[in-house]
Structure formats: structure tokens, C-alpha cells
């Protein structure tokens, strides 16, 4: 295992920028405790923020070389994508079913809905009606490995594309189906294009269960699959909407759109931006963003970082239950929110908000 380092003053050179200009925006944007948070907060001194590192050769950063991104190329980069007042929503599109015996659809999206309001505070984020796997007319296949429904990204982006509203700042689908990019492929978790403003994610290796050998998602060897007859997906298993998947759709849909924004893999620190290579890796790295990349989004976005924080740490603490009754067997019940697994998160935005107001 090693760890990866910069200096103090390189990591405020990233942060603030060599070139008047950015600077001078920096001082106008922050007021001197955000400063004081975003300046002081850095490692070793600092709990907040932690070092990357990189705990064998199949983490992201050793096997994908990138040029590494500050805030000044950020804010230079000409293809970055900023909401406008015409274009200032994300549009979330679900696609096949999301629901177990505990938790609906329309439940469970409503949690990453609100999510995604705190996360990207200020914008508006809206639900299109969820979609059948029928209606995007995609690709799909068995994996030769797991074993399990493949459903083709690009098929699926070409799908998106032709239903964007013209408000969007972004549109992206999310599924519980797993994802494949080229036959050649294993298997992808997301596929984005910066251009387009669109994504497509997959949840589906975010079940704990995913990788066993009992996991309920595998087809028998012998079902046949006939491209066009989508009745394979009616009985698609579903997994259990539990606090670590809940966790973990939240961390990849706020990173997946976080590079539709102009925002590249962070490199710096410890950050929801940083690359993934696999679920273990993506497991150690926290729900928000580091110093550099919280710059990069603010600018995009305008947000006050307090607010911003107070948000998120209201939809932990929001009520335990949500709004929605469920029904089983003729008997309604509200459903807790999972959150166990955001504990840790919770008491890092207090410290944050700590020294945001004193």
C-alpha cells in the first residue's frame, strides 16, 4: 500500500489558482470562514480530508494514467457544462423495476431524488415516470461469467437522448439491471457523455449477494434469450433496497454527474470524485468531495457550502419514515430510510458545519 502526497502549498495552488484572476474570484465567492474551511482543512493537520491510497495495482489511479485536474483547468476547460435559467434540471429516468418486498419503486427514488437536491443544492432535480425495459428497444445479453441479464448502455443512451426535455441540464438513467458496453465487455457500472449531458448507471453489482454463488439474479444455463422478446425482465430479480446499496447509489449517481459537470477523477485526496475500479476501492472512499473538487461544483452551481451541508445532513436526520404507506397482505406500514450506513458521513458534515459557523 502506498499513499499518495502533495504539499500544503500545492494542494491551496490547486485549490486557489497562481492567476490573478481566479484568485480574486476565489476572495469575492468565499466568505473568511469558508476560506477558513477550505484552506485549513487539508492533511496531515487535518482530520477532514484524508491522503489517496492506493492499495494494490488494480486501483483505479495505477491502472488508468490521467492528466490530473486543478481548479484552474476546470474553470478553463471550454466543454464544461454549467446550468443556465433555461436548463437548470436533472432529470433522473428509472429504468426497469427498482422495487422488493420492503421497499417500492417510487420510494426508493424518491430517497435518491432528495438526495441528489442536497448534494446539487440549488438545482432542481425531477423523476420521469419509470420505464419498462420494453420501451427502450436496448440490446441485451447473459453474462458468460456471472451469469446474469445484460442490458447494452449505448442502446440505452440513444434512448435517452431522444426523450431529453429541453429544460435539462442533464438527464440520466438509473437501473437495477446490470450494464455492458461492447460484447468484448465484462461489464461497466455507468457510461456518461459530457457533450449530450446524459448518463446511464447501473446499481446491480452494489448488492452485497452480487458475487456469490447464490446470488438469485443468475439464469439457468438452458433459459434461451430471443433479442426483442423482453419477457425475460418481467421476473428480473431484484435486490433488497438495503442502507449499504442505498449508500452506494447515492455516491455513484452524485459522482456519475459530477463529470457531466466538467468535474474529472480527482486525484488530490480522498474524494467521491476519485475512479473506481472496483467495489472495494469504491467502498473506502467518502460521500463528498474534497476541497478542490467542492470548488469545481460550487462554481458550476453557486451554492452557499453551509447550506449546502445543512442539507445533506437534514436528509440523514430527515423523519425515520417515509411519506409513502406500504401495503402487504392488506396492512399498511410506513418504511424506515435506511441510513446506518451514512453515520460516518453524518458526524464529518457537523465538524464541516462546525467551523462553517462557529
Given at each position: 500500500m502506498r499513499t499518495i502526497q502533495y504539499s500544503v502549498q500545492d494542494l491551496k495552488k490547486a485549490l486557489i489558482s497562481e492567476r490573478e484572476d481566479l484568485c480574486k474570484l476565489y476572495q469575492r465567492t468565499f466568505s473568511?470562514?469558508?476560506?477558513?474551511?477550505?484552506?485549513?482543512?487539508?492533511?496531515?493537520?487535518?482530520?477532514?480530508?484524508?491522503?489517496?491510497?492506493?492499495?494494490?495495482?488494480?486501483?483505479?489511479?495505477?491502472?488508468?494514467?490521467?492528466?490530473?485536474?486543478?481548479?484552474?483547468?476546470?474553470?478553463?476547460?471550454?466543454?464544461?457544462?454549467?446550468?443556465?435559467?433555461?436548463?437548470?434540471?436533472?432529470?433522473v429516468q428509472p429504468i426497469g423495476s427498482f422495487g422488493d418486498s420492503a421497499v417500492s419503486t417510487a420510494e426508493y427514488i424518491q430517497w435518491l431524488k432528495e438526495y441528489c437536491e442536497a448534494y446539487y443544492y440549488g438545482l432542481h432535480v425531477k423523476i420521469l415516470d419509470p420505464v419498462p425495459v420494453s420501451d427502450t428497444s436496448c440490446t441485451f445479453r447473459v453474462n458468460d461469467y456471472a451469469q446474469n441479464l445484460q442490458i447494452h448502455a449505448g442502446d440505452l443512451l440513444r434512448y435517452l437522448k431522444k426523450k431529453k426535455p429541453r429544460d435539462a441540464f442533464c438527464t440520466v438513467g438509473i437501473t437495477l439491471i446490470d450494464l455492458y458496453p461492447q460484447e468484448s465487455w465484462n461489464f461497466i457500472f455507468g457510461q456518461a457523455s459530457l457533450t449530450e449531458g446524459m448518463g446511464i448507471f447501473s446499481f446491480a453489482r452494489y448488492d452485497n449477494d452480487f458475487y456469490s454463488s447464490t446470488y438469485k439474479g443468475r439464469l439457468k444455463k438452458s433459459q434461451k434469450l430471443t433479442q426483442g422478446d423482453y419477457s425475460i425482465f418481467?421476473?428480473?430479480?431484484?435486490?433488497?433496497?438495503?442502507?449499504?446499496?442505498?449508500?452506494?447509489?447515492?455516491?455513484?449517481?452524485?459522482?456519475?454527474?459530477?463529470?457531466?459537470?466538467?468535474?474529472?477523477?480527482?486525484?488530490?485526496?480522498?474524494?467521491?470524485?476519485?475512479?473506481?475500479?472496483?467495489?472495494?476501492?469504491?467502498?473506502?472512499?467518502?460521500?463528498?468531495?474534497?476541497?478542490?473538487?467542492?470548488?469545481?461544483?460550487?462554481?458550476?452551481?453557486?451554492?452557499?457550502?453551509?447550506?449546502?451541508?445543512?442539507?445533506?445532513?437534514?436528509?440523514?436526520?430527515?423523519?425515520?419514515?417515509?411519506?409513502d404507506l406500504h401495503t402487504v397482505s392488506g396492512a399498511q406500514f410506513h418504511i424506515q430510510r435506511p441510513v446506518e450506513a451514512f453515520m460516518e458521513s453524518r458526524e464529518w458534515l457537523l465538524k464541516c458545519l462546525q467551523i462553517l459557523e462557529g
Amino acid at each position: 500500500m502506498r499513499t499518495i502526497q502533495y504539499s500544503v502549498q500545492d494542494l491551496k495552488k490547486a485549490l486557489i489558482s497562481e492567476r490573478e484572476d481566479l484568485c480574486k474570484l476565489y476572495q469575492r465567492t468565499f466568505s473568511s470562514r469558508e476560506r477558513h474551511l477550505l484552506e485549513n482543512s487539508f492533511p496531515p493537520d487535518s482530520p477532514l480530508f484524508k491522503f489517496i491510497t492506493i492499495h494494490s495495482s488494480s486501483d483505479w489511479i495505477p491502472s488508468h494514467p490521467e492528466a490530473i485536474q486543478d481548479f484552474e483547468k476546470f474553470y478553463t476547460n471550454p466543454y464544461r457544462s454549467t446550468p443556465t435559467v433555461g436548463k437548470n434540471t436533472i432529470y433522473v429516468q428509472p429504468i426497469g423495476s427498482f422495487g422488493d418486498s420492503a421497499v417500492s419503486t417510487a420510494e426508493y427514488i424518491q430517497w435518491l431524488k432528495e438526495y441528489c437536491e442536497a448534494y446539487y443544492y440549488g438545482l432542481h432535480v425531477k423523476i420521469l415516470d419509470p420505464v419498462p425495459v420494453s420501451d427502450t428497444s436496448c440490446t441485451f445479453r447473459v453474462n458468460d461469467y456471472a451469469q446474469n441479464l445484460q442490458i447494452h448502455a449505448g442502446d440505452l443512451l440513444r434512448y435517452l437522448k431522444k426523450k431529453k426535455p429541453r429544460d435539462a441540464f442533464c438527464t440520466v438513467g438509473i437501473t437495477l439491471i446490470d450494464l455492458y458496453p461492447q460484447e468484448s465487455w465484462n461489464f461497466i457500472f455507468g457510461q456518461a457523455s459530457l457533450t449530450e449531458g446524459m448518463g446511464i448507471f447501473s446499481f446491480a453489482r452494489y448488492d452485497n449477494d452480487f458475487y456469490s454463488s447464490t446470488y438469485k439474479g443468475r439464469l439457468k444455463k438452458s433459459q434461451k434469450l430471443t433479442q426483442g422478446d423482453y419477457s425475460i425482465f418481467q421476473n428480473h430479480y431484484t435486490p433488497p433496497v438495503t442502507s449499504i446499496l442505498l449508500f452506494r447509489s447515492c455516491s455513484t449517481l452524485t459522482h456519475e454527474i459530477g463529470h457531466i459537470f466538467g468535474i474529472q477523477h480527482c486525484q488530490w485526496l480522498q474524494c467521491v470524485m476519485q475512479g473506481s475500479n472496483h467495489l472495494e476501492e469504491s467502498d473506502r472512499g467518502p460521500l463528498d468531495l474534497c476541497p478542490i473538487c467542492l470548488r469545481k461544483l460550487q462554481c458550476a452551481a453557486g451554492f452557499n457550502l453551509a447550506e449546502r451541508y445543512k442539507a445533506l445532513l437534514s436528509w440523514i436526520d430527515k423523519s425515520s419514515f417515509s411519506s409513502d404507506l406500504h401495503t402487504v397482505s392488506g396492512a399498511q406500514f410506513h418504511i424506515q430510510r435506511p441510513v446506518e450506513a451514512f453515520m460516518e458521513s453524518r458526524e464529518w458534515l457537523l465538524k464541516c458545519l462546525q467551523i462553517l459557523e462557529g
